[in-house]
């Protein structure tokens, strides 16, 4: 099989990708649900007296549930989509499988909007009697949250930098009682 990512940017895919749900450019024949869920997490920290304080609030990765649906007897919505297997929903099975497996983050766009940087964390398929010649599937997706990171070197040693100023340095005279001292503790004699 063929690899499952594709090239948004390509006809005929170009013209549907942002105006019907897909998954990374495949269009399946249905989607019976879609369940999206954004949260925010809101910081909680007891004090003395009183009730908890709040002193940050952060966005956790958002979440998309997609009941897909697949018919055998049914033509792609893209000519060629889900073509070359055993069957169309097989076929569609195996690229959401293929998908998960790759682990690279896709595009999904909804009709209440677009998800980047998206993993298919689950796949859910009931096979029954209902199914034989088609797939309903349930794709659990979870958004990767992509940071910046900017490494700046300061000096080739950790604790040093080129303008640190390392003062004046000069040995000191160790007075003769405290090295008589420390020569007995060596050798034993200490009293």
Known sequence: MASPILDLTKAPIKSWVYAKTN???????????????????????????????????????????????????????????????KSRSVQAYQVLLQLQQMRIPVQVYTRLGLYQNMLIETLTVQDDNTTTHGLRCTVDMSEVLVATVQTVKISSKPSVTSSANKGKQQAKQVPQSILETLSQLLNGKAS
């Open 23 to 85: 998954i990374g450019g495949w269009f399946f024949d249905a989607v019976l649900q879609a369940t999206h869920t954004s949260t925010l997490t809101i910081t909680q920290h007891p004090v003395q007296s009183g009730s908890s304080i709040t002193d940050y609030a952060y966005m956790q990765p958002r979440t998309l549930s997609l009941t897909i649906g697949m018919s055998d007897v049914a033509k792609s919505f893209i000519p060629g989509q889900f073509s070359g297997g």
